[in-house]
């Protein structure tokens, strides 16, 4: 079925009042909203639910502009939070279940979380961080049960299901971190007329009661909860949601479902590529025709063998929390490979020197975004990294690049810290400040080094205290003190030691010279390997 543009304009008329899926609901009742194996919902299932949930939140206090904290896994109750803070007004923040309890602790309250949905498998966590917020009224344990916490399921039961007389749209506030100190909550306002936003700007071409959606990543990220949910949900396509990913299992949900969209990273493509023709073959997944990547730069020889594979329908795009971006198709990329793309429409994006003058075609630079006038983000409760991140009307994500002639964009560092692992951010300096807490280390620097499959892995390079001897007992102890401390994504994969690091006379660390030991090949007199490669990973 073929959208009508009349069709198109009731379902953006619906989305700016957060109302897509009581919309698709009211059309289609029985048509598949989400299968996952923690539940399926069909359309009518999800909207009642997501009434349901308003109507509890309202009726325990909260209102236009509260903010609710969800720390759940994939599962239907994440996407019925969702769809209800949409329709309520109200600010939801997913939280990332691969963090420590302080740090979960200092984002529910950090966002002035008023609400606190939690998975009964991040019990110990979720109650922490409720025991050390003062500011939650409401705490919900999702598929089983959390100390202090009411059960979800008989809570919301209890409510009326019929559609809210006053939707109102609400938004989410996700955490990225800076490279240095606490994450940040990046706030934007919602999404303008026709509640799109810029989630939407890869034009995917879904038709309802066709297609059905592969949801690969977490959602509390934010490209899937965009691109694998936001906006599937938003034109009446059903989404299947993994629970963890697994490349094979990839492949047949593929097959079993039908699949026709899915989103990845390049560590996922990393991985497809590497199963053998053998396996390959028990799957039919010629069903996908918009295969959507991003996150991190994908490998030239990888992207090429995965077109090979699928054909030409792999899209790339280039964004992030704070905005973006660009878009590439396949047969684009294939005239341009390694490129990330052109500016979408409404995107502008410059590439400047260290003086703010736009650079030529060809000179690579500092990467500049535009912020639309209706949607400039800011980092909440942190006044001075917004307008540190600002210049003018422009702000950069720290990447360095360049535009060709024809005005496709290539990426080529980042000037910023930040290690990308598996299209994972990952900030140096709080692995820094972990390590610094052991009585071992004098002195360390965390840099992101070569992996084929990653990207980019974590690295410690450690300086120590007088009378501690480097090796890989010591290495594997720094590891662990880390996985003690920060989410185990985040913690050194190897450790070595130096007898001195590299500062500036200021004392700032010199991390670029540290990079570039493994780099270039050069690594410094006296480096010691303290831990075998691959250890740390999970």
């Known amino acids: 079925m073929t959208d009508t543009a009349e069709r198109t304009a009731s379902i953006l008329s619906a989305a700016a009042r957060g109302m897509s899926v009581a919309f698709h ?16 919902r069909t359309f009518a299932e999800l909207n009642a639910r997501a009434n349901q949930l308003v109507r509890l939140l309202r009726r325990r206090g909260l209102a ?7 720390l759940c896994s994939n599962r239907p109750e994440f996407v019925e939070t969702y769809a209800a803070c949409n329709r309520a007004g109200f600010r939801l923040t997913p939280i990332n279940w691969h963090l420590q309890a302080d740090e979960v602790s200092y984002i529910v309250t950090d966002c002035g979380a008023e609400a606190l949905v939690a998975d009964s498998r991040f019990s110990e966590v979720a109650a922490a961080a409720a025991t050390a917020s003062d500011g939650l009224v409401v705490k919900l ?15 919301v039961a209890a409510e009326d299901d019929n559609d809210i007389d006053d939707p109102e749209l609400g938004g989410t506030m ?10 940040k909550g990046v706030r934007r306002p ?16 879904y038709r309802a009661g066709e297609d059905l959606h592969l949801c690969t990543g977490p959602l509390y990220h934010a490209a899937p909860l965009a691109f694998s949910l936001s906006v ?6 059903g989404v299947v949601l993994m629970d963890g990913w697994d490349p094979e299992e990839t492949l047949a949900l593929v097959d079993r479902h039908r699949v026709t969209h899915t989103h990845m990273v390049p560590t996922m493509f990393h991985r497809l590529v590497a199963i053998p023709e053998s396996t390959r073959r028990r799957y039919d997944v010629s069903t996908l025709r918009y295969v959507l990547h991003g996150a991190a730069p994908c490998p030239v020889p990888v992207k090429r063998a995965m077109i090979e594979w699928l054909g030409p329908v792999i899209h790339e795009y280039y964004a992030a929390t704070e905005g973006g971006g660009t878009a590439i198709s396949a047969s684009e990329w294939l005239e341009k490979p390694g490129s990330v793309g052109r500016p979408v429409e409404g995107q502008v994006i410059q590439v400047w020197d260290d003086q703010g003058n736009v650079l030529p075609a060809g000179e690579v630079g500092q990467v500049f975004i535009k912020a639309p006038a209706e949607g400039r983000f800011e980092y909440h409760n942190a006044p001075e990294k917004t307008a540190s991140t600002y210049r003018g009307d422009f702000f950069t994500l720290g990447d360095v690049g360049y535009f060709d002639e024809d005005g496709y ?4 560092g980042r000037s910023a810290e930040l290690i990308i692992s598996g299209g994972v951010n990952i900030y140096p300096a709080e692995v820094d400040a972990a390590l610094l807490t052991h009585p071992a280390v004098a002195d360390a620097a965390t840099v992101g080094v070569a992996n084929d499959e990653w990207g980019e892995e974590v690295k410690a390079v450690v300086q120590l205290k007088e009378g501690y001897r480097p090796g890989a007992e010591l290495g594997a102890e720094l590891i662990e003190h880390c996985r003690q401390r920060l989410a185990h994504f985040k913690c050194p994969r190897t450790v070595d030691f130096v007898p001195e690091l590299p500062r500036h006379d200021n004392g700032k660390l010199y991390r670029r010279q540290v990079r570039d030991w493994y780099r270039d090949g050069t690594p410094p007199a006296g480096l010691v390997a303290g831990s075998p490669e691959g250890a740390g990973r999970s």
Request: no cysteine.
């Open 232 to 237: 599937p949900l938003l034109y009446g396509v």
């Open 25 to 40: 609901a009211a059309e289609a009742p029985e048509r598949t909203a989400i299968i996952s194996p923690a539940g399926d």
């Open 174 to 183: 996700l955490y990225t971190s800076g490279t240095t100190g606490r994450p």
């Open 141 to 155: 344990s999702v598929g089983g049960d959390i100390p202090g916490f009411e059960p979800y399921e008989a809570a």
């Open 409 to 412: 964009l290539f990426l080529t």
């Open 64 to 70: 236009r502009g509260s903010s609710v904290a969800l």
């Open 190 to 205: 919602p999404a303008g007329a026709g509640g799109r936003g810029r989630v939407s700007f890869v034009p995917a071409g």
